[in-house]
Every structure is written in C-alpha cells, then in structure tokens.
C-alpha cells in the first residue's frame, strides 16, 4: 500500500469521504435488520398476545372445574395459517394441562398475573415464539390458570426479508449516487488546481508574472496563490537586482579596465626611467581606484543579498563599532592628512542590527567623508543618544538641498566634482540604513562648512547617556 504522505489530494480527498460513507451504509445496513427484526416481532407478539387473551376470555367455570368454551369451528379458524404453525395449551398449575398441545414448554421466568410473558422454544422441531399470560382459576381459588400461543417463526423470517428487499437495495442506489455526487464534486473541486498546475507547467521563468485566475479561486486556495506570487515577486526583485547590479557592474569597470589596459601599454612602452615610473604610478592609480570599485561592488552585492534574506539580528554596540571601523581607516586619513576623530559616550549604546553591515555602512560613510573632504581638514563620527543617531561630519564641498536625494542612488556623481570615486557609497550605506529600519539623512554641518551625514536608529536597546568623550585617532 502506498505511503499516505504521497497520495494525491483527489485521493486524500475519496478516501476521507468514501470510507465513512461505507460506515454509514454499514451502520445503515445493520439498522435497517434490526428495525425490521423488531417490527416482525412487535406485529406477531401483538397477534400472540391478542391471541391468548382471547383464549383466556372463553375459560368459564363448569360444575366445579373449567372448561374452554370455543366451537371446534372456531378453533380451526383459531388454528388455521398457511405459512406457520400455531400451538396453544391451557394449564392448572396444579392440576396440569387439561387444553391443548402439552408439548408447549413453559417460561423459565415467573409468571405474574395479567403479565405476558414472551419467549422463543423449540417445538417438534420448529423455532417457536411463545407467549404465556397467567390468570386466576375461577373454579378453585388458590389456582392458578397459564394460557400459552405458540407459533412457529417463518411470517416472521419473510417480513424481515420483504423489508430488507425494500430498504437495502434503497440504501444501495443512495450510496451510488453519493459516491458519484462526490466523485463529481472532487473532480469539480479539483479543476482549479488542476487549471493553475498547468499554467505552472507552461511558466516562462524569464517572465515571473503573478499566477493569474486568482480572483476567481476558490477561498481555501488564495493564500496559497498569495503566496506563490510574493514568491514569485521576490524571485522577480531578486532577478532584476541581480541584472542591474551585473550591468552597472559590467558599466563600472568597463573604463577603469581600460584605462589600467592603457597605462600598462604605455609603461611598457617606455625607456625613459622617469615616464616609466610615470606610467607605472598611473596604473597604480587605476589600480587604486579598480580595487576601491571592487570593494564598493562587493559591499552593495552583500547589502543586496542581505536584503532578500532576513538579517540576522542581535544587540550591537554603536559606539564599539565606530571605533572599530574608525581604526580602519586611520591610514587613508593620514595620507590626506586629515584629524579622523570620534565624539560619542563612554558606555556602550546598543541598537538591535546585523553587525557587518552595520561597520560596512560607517566605514562607506567615513571613506565618503574622507574622500569629498579637504586635505589636512577634519572629519568627526558622532554617536548620539535620544534618539540613537549616527553621525559624519567633514570640511568638503557641502551638498545644494536639491542633489542630496540624487546622491543617494546608485552610481550617481555630481558633475561637478574632482574626487575619484564610483557613486555607491552614500547608496550602499542608504541601503543598509532601510534595511536596519533606519533614516539616512543629509544635512549641512552645524560647526563647518561642509556635510553632515546622519543616520537615525529606531532599534535602540539600551541607552545609557554618560559623558561623552572626544577621541582623535589622528592627530597632524
């Protein structure tokens, strides 16, 4: 037998109705005999019973004994039946019986006056019902007077039989026509699915429209619809990311690829000692500014992979994370001679994040910084608290109100701009920011005159508004 786990839903579906259809047609089967078996009985003990009351009526006292007064015509009526045979006898209890057939057994219970006994005997053979009623002797008080009826069961047999010929093949046809109803309600209920396993079949995977007919589905199988088109959009969002960012990757490192390609033909090309070095600080260049496009790249590939997953949460501290991260690019800020510095409480700020992300959003927030900022300038991470917020300020060029939307979209420069760079830092940490439930946000620096770039947690944990420390991690 096949494992129930694999059947089909139109089995499930069959057997989970079919099978307590058989109970009911078993438990009908077995109702309808014993209906029938009580009717048999109750309109033949009836007859029985009316049978020996008649009897008991004709006994009439007579010089001093009883006697049955019945015609013999009447007893042959009393008697006749085609089908069964009828027994009947009439005792003393203590002068034995004095009508009848003897052979009548008497009932194991005791008989009470006016109370019929019924009982079933074997008489010549023959299964016999019996019934036995008690009455006062009229002619000898103290006695006692037992009329039994007997008759043998076979009307009985037969109206249990008609019955059955009636109400059987009844609850056959009824049973058939539930099988069908159900057997066309299945398959009825079933074309639905049927229908959408077929336009899943003929699914075109580079289109990733939503299943149609969901209107039309029945209640039960919306949710599931729902939620094959949620999944089918993820894999949709996923797809369209994954051939954006192969695209603007392919855009990207198209003309830093060739430029190195250039400078390494022109460094090979030349004898000259010093243009040799010349060349070979270009392609140092272009190689700088490849591998800073590759970092970028890979921290937006990762920012997007996160997306499509659930991140994995837990308890941070801000303030660690900054100054770890900060630690990191000490070296960049003393090539350009810049004061990197750190504003923020001497006890922990906890915020509810995904901690690589987190480092890779301040650490694209602080290369920005010290990227667009002067030479020999400042650049300031600040953590604030009340609520959690995250700041970099630096001395650059300050953003109009106007591009600061624009600069937080991928691969957008301002067009004015000098500094090398691949316009995905502000979008990579703007990204992380959403995905965390923050708000980045971009203003003019309160104390300089350049950008303040501020994130706004609402995942705070824990705050703990100590006195804040000032830390330079360079000093010129």
């Not at 042959?76 to 052979?103: L, P």
């Not at 600061?404 to 991928?410: A, F, G, K, M, Q």
């Not at 957008?412 to 701009?417: A, D, F, K």
Request: charged share 20%; aromatic share 6%.
């Amino acid at each position: 037998m096949p494992d129930p786990v694999a059947w089909s839903l139109r089995r499930r579906l069959l057997v989970r109705l079919g099978v307590p259809l058989s109970l009911i047609l078993i438990v009908g089967a077995v109702g309808t005999f014993a209906v029938a078996s009580h009717i048999g009985a109750f309109v033949h003990d009836r007859w029985l019973l009316d049978s020996a009351m008649t009897l008991a009526q004709q006994i009439k006292p007579a010089g001093g004994r009883i006697v049955l007064d019945l015609p013999k015509s009447a007893m042959e009526m009393f008697e006749w039946d085609t089908i069964d045979h009828v027994f009947e006898q009439v005792r003393s209890e203590k002068n034995g019986a004095f009508f009848g057939n003897a052979a009548i057994p008497m009932p194991a219970l005791q008989l009470s006056l006016g109370e019929p006994i019924f009982y079933n005997a074997t008489i010549n053979g023959h299964p016999t019902r019996i019934v036995a009623v008690a009455m006062n002797n009229p002619a000898e008080p103290g006695d006692r007077i037992v009329v039994q009826v007997a008759e043998t069961m076979l009307k009985r047999k037969a109206l249990v039989a008609e019955i059955l010929t009636f109400a059987v093949p009844l609850q056959i046809a009824i049973f058939i026509i539930a099988v069908l109803a159900i057997l066309i309600a299945v398959k009825s209920s079933l074309r639905f699915l049927n229908n959408i396993a077929a336009e899943l079949s003929q699914y075109n995977p580079d289109a990733l429209v939503p299943v149609a007919q969901i209107e039309t589905a029945p209640l039960e199988i919306k949710p599931l619809l729902n939620s094959i088109n949620q999944l089918i959009a993820k894999v949709a969002d996923a797809q369209e990311t994954q051939s954006r960012f192969i695209a603007n990757a392919t855009h990207q490192l198209r003309t830093p690829l060739a430029t190195l390609q250039v400078q390494t033909e022109r460094a090979l090309r030349e004898v000259d000692p010093t243009r040799h070095r010349e060349a070979l600080a270009h392609v140092k260049v272009a190689l700088e500014r490849l591998g800073h496009l590759a970092r970028q790249l890979l921290t937006l590939a990762r920012s997007e992979r996160s997306a499509e997953a659930a991140l994995q949460m837990r308890p941070v501290d801000l303030v660690q994370l900054a100054r770890d991260e900060i630690e990191e690019w000490v070296d960049a800020a003393i090539l350009r001679e810049i004061d990197l510095g750190l504003e923020a409480p001497a006890s922990p700020v906890s915020i509810d994040g995904e901690p690589h992300l987190i480092r890779e959003m301040i650490g694209n927030l602080v290369d920005n910084a010290i990227r667009y900022g002067n030479a020999r300038g400042a650049v300031t991470i600040g953590v604030f608290t009340n609520p959690v917020r995250l700041y970099v300020d630096n001395d650059g060029e300050r953003i109009p109100p106007l591009e600061r939307s624009r600069v937080l979209e991928r691969f957008y420069r301002r067009t004015l701009t000098t500094v090398d760079g691949c316009g995905l830092g502000l979008a990579i940490a703007n990204e992380i920011a959403e995905r965390h439930s923050a708000t980045l946000i971009i203003t003019d620096s309160p104390s300089r005159r350049g950008t303040r770039v501020s994130v706004v947690f609402t995942s705070a944990l824990r705050i703990e508004p100590l006195a804040f420390q000032h830390h330079n991690a360079t000093k010129t």
